[in-house]
């Protein structure tokens, strides 16, 4: 039983542009066989005239020789139909468009990129220039003319085919584009801080990769979803469970927040309702070219309902919180039961309700069998120095007989034990217990009474 309603509420006076409540994953492509294939997709940007792909890459596989090249997205059938972004040897990408007349244009950076990082790439095509983009910088450039008319050419992800020799990925993709518009400088710049706006009507085809769970089981999943439409990909090879060849945690942009949420709670992150932990997004229009993204980390806060019985004596473990006793069989709480140790005289099951760090949780109910009996049936006792350091002395205001003496820590464990033939005074030496809250047993004459003390 735990409940928190938090609401996330950002300073800003522009309106929500789009919220996309899941997890910033990215997929993972083992370099051996994963990849993505959208049928037929070139019929969302044939006949155009200008054309953009964009994607986040991870890139591992220091590439040095052909055959082993890593092709990051795009369209390739070798005829008629190419535009796609490749790492080539010595770690240079190559940006390449092919048009309907067959005639070929490429690009090729000459700086290689870092590996084992995240980078922001592009291939933009105007008209008469493609133009390869890395971190929102312009790399490489050359000139191009003429369209793609072919509609039934697949897009592929994680892998560009040569011919019959596929050149497969290795690393982390994320944030895959394609637009039948070119892309500005400035806006190659903002999509290093901000994903693509679903919205934008130029916007052909996007996977944004936040599917599933980041390294757990997705072996039921099928497809990569089109954010924009209903050209999702097949995915092809992908192990689809643990840390590699699976949806994994992808790159992170925008401006960082976090909060917390209670177990089993609910949190409001601008009109959107969230129920667990996770990485979010939330997208805000500037009034610029730039939108602004704002990236939540929801945490689970911890409450420690654990409780420890000593007979009919319940402690709550949970520190520098609030605490309300409660009856199992009732569901009420006890009227004036708000301490951390609540000590019953009636048999039953009992519970506590603790509201620690904003949140508010119930421990398991704890079954009292036996009742110790009250005080005033046992003579008076007196126990010193409170709080004790070295040794531990007791005396009652009446000897009792073959008296059974224990001292028990939170959890029941007994620390010393004790039996005298006539009990009146005895002292124990409790220089080696550690810091903490104890009890005092004494069983006596058909009686049990429990005393606390702390250690410090």
Same mark, same amino acid.
């Given at each position: 039983?735990?409940?928190?309603?938090?609401s996330?509420l950002?300073?800003?006076?522009f309106?929500?542009?789009a =919220?996309?409540?899941?997890?910033q994953?990215?997929?993972?492509f083992d370099g051996?066989?994963? $990849?993505?294939i959208v049928?037929a997709?070139?019929?969302?940007?044939a006949?155009?005239?200008t054309l953009?792909?964009?994607?986040?890459?991870?890139?591992?596989?220091n590439v040095?020789?052909?055959?082993?090249?890593d092709?990051? =997205?795009?369209?390739?059938n070798?005829?008629d139909?190419d535009f796609y972004?490749l790492q080539?040897?010595n770690?240079?990408?190559?940006g390449?468009?092919?048009?309907s007349?067959g005639t070929?244009?490429?690009?090729t950076?000459s700086?290689?990129?870092?590996l084992n990082t995240w980078?922001?790439?592009?291939?933009?095509y105007d008209?008469?220039t493609i133009?390869i983009?890395?971190d929102g910088a312009m790399?490489a450039?050359a000139?191009?003319?003429?369209t793609?008319s072919?509609?039934s050419?697949?897009?592929?992800?994680?892998?560009i085919?040569?011919?019959a020799?596929p050149?497969w990925?290795?690393?982390?993709l994320?944030e895959?584009a394609l637009?039948?518009?070119a892309?500005s400088a400035?806006?190659?710049?903002?999509?290093?801080?901000?994903?693509?706006?679903p919205?934008d009507?130029?916007?052909a085809?996007?996977?944004?990769?936040?599917q599933?769970?980041?390294?757990?089981?997705?072996?039921?999943?099928?497809?990569?979803?089109d954010?924009?439409?209903?050209?999702d990909?097949?995915?092809?090879?992908?192990?689809?469970?643990?840390n590699?060849?699976?949806?994994v945690?992808?790159t992170?942009?925008?401006?960082?927040?976090s909060?917390?949420?209670?177990p089993?709670?609910t949190y409001?992150f601008?009109g959107?309702t969230l129920?667990?932990?996770?990485?979010y997004?939330?997208?805000?229009a500037t009034?610029?070219?730039?939108d602004s993204?704002?990236?939540?980390?929801?945490?689970?806060?911890?409450v420690n309902?654990?409780?420890? $019985?000593?007979?009919?004596?319940?402690?709550?473990?949970?520190?520098?919180a609030?605490y309300?006793?409660l009856?199992c069989a009732s569901g009420?709480p006890?009227?004036?039961?708000?301490?951390q140790?609540?000590t019953t005289?009636?048999?039953g099951?009992f519970?506590?309700?603790?509201? $620690?760090?904003?949140?508010v949780?119930?421990?398991?109910?704890?079954n009292?069998?036996?009742?110790?009996?009250?005080? $005033?049936?046992?003579?008076?006792?007196r126990?010193?120095?409170?709080?004790?350091t070295?040794?531990?002395?007791v005396e009652?205001?009446?000897p009792?007989?073959?008296?059974?003496?224990?001292?028990?820590d939170?959890?029941?464990?007994?620390?010393h034990r004790r039996?005298?033939?006539?009990?009146?005074?005895?002292?124990f030496d409790?220089?080696d217990l550690?810091?903490?809250l104890y009890?005092l047993?004494?069983?006596?004459?058909?009686?049990?009474?429990?005393?606390?003390?702390v250690?410090e």
């Amino acid at each position: 039983m735990a409940a928190r309603y938090a609401s996330l509420l950002l300073a800003s006076s522009f309106p929500l542009l789009a =919220a996309r409540a899941s997890a910033q994953n990215a997929l993972d492509f083992d370099g051996i066989d994963d $990849q993505v294939i959208v049928s037929a997709a070139s019929a969302t940007i044939a006949d155009s005239t200008t054309l953009s792909l964009t994607c986040w890459v991870y890139p591992r596989n220091n590439v040095t020789s052909f055959p082993d090249l890593d092709g990051y =997205a795009g369209f390739r059938n070798e005829t008629d139909a190419d535009f796609y972004l490749l790492q080539l040897y010595n770690n240079n990408l190559e940006g390449r468009f092919r048009n309907s007349s067959g005639t070929v244009f490429t690009a090729t950076t000459s700086a290689g990129i870092a590996l084992n990082t995240w980078h922001h790439v592009g291939l933009t095509y105007d008209g008469s220039t493609i133009t390869i983009w890395v971190d929102g910088a312009m790399a490489a450039s050359a000139p191009a003319n003429g369209t793609i008319s072919n509609p039934s050419v697949p897009f592929t992800i994680g892998n560009i085919n040569f011919n019959a020799q596929p050149f497969w990925f290795k690393g982390k993709l994320d944030e895959v584009a394609l637009w039948h518009r070119a892309l500005s400088a400035e806006e190659m710049e903002c999509l290093g801080a901000a994903p693509p706006d679903p919205a934008d009507p130029h916007l052909a085809l996007y996977y944004s990769c936040d599917q599933g769970i980041a390294g757990g089981d997705n072996t039921g999943t099928t497809v990569l979803t089109d954010d924009v439409g209903s050209m999702d990909g097949a995915l092809q090879g992908f192990a689809l469970a643990g840390n590699g060849s699976n949806f994994v945690p992808g790159t992170v942009f925008g401006t960082a927040v976090s909060d917390q949420i209670c177990p089993g709670g609910t949190y409001d992150f601008n009109g959107e309702t969230l129920t667990g932990p996770g990485v979010y997004t939330t997208v805000f229009a500037t009034g610029g070219l730039c939108d602004s993204t704002v990236v939540l980390t929801l945490t689970e806060t911890t409450v420690n309902t654990g409780v420890a $019985q000593n007979v009919n004596t319940l402690i709550a473990q949970a520190s520098g919180a609030s605490y309300h006793w409660l009856d199992c069989a009732s569901g009420s709480p006890i009227p004036g039961a708000t301490n951390q140790y609540y000590t019953t005289f009636v048999t039953g099951q009992f519970a506590v309700i603790i509201t $620690q760090n904003g949140c508010v949780d119930t421990s398991a109910c704890y079954n009292v069998t036996t009742i110790g009996i009250e005080e $005033q049936r046992m003579p008076n006792a007196r126990l010193w120095p409170q709080p004790v350091t070295d040794a531990l002395s007791v005396e009652l205001s009446a000897p009792v007989t073959n008296a059974a003496i224990r001292i028990a820590d939170l959890t029941g464990r007994i620390t010393h034990r004790r039996t005298m033939p006539q009990l009146s005074r005895a002292s124990f030496d409790m220089g080696d217990l550690p810091p903490g809250l104890y009890f005092l047993e004494i069983e006596a004459q058909g009686l049990r009474q429990a005393w606390r003390f702390v250690k410090e």
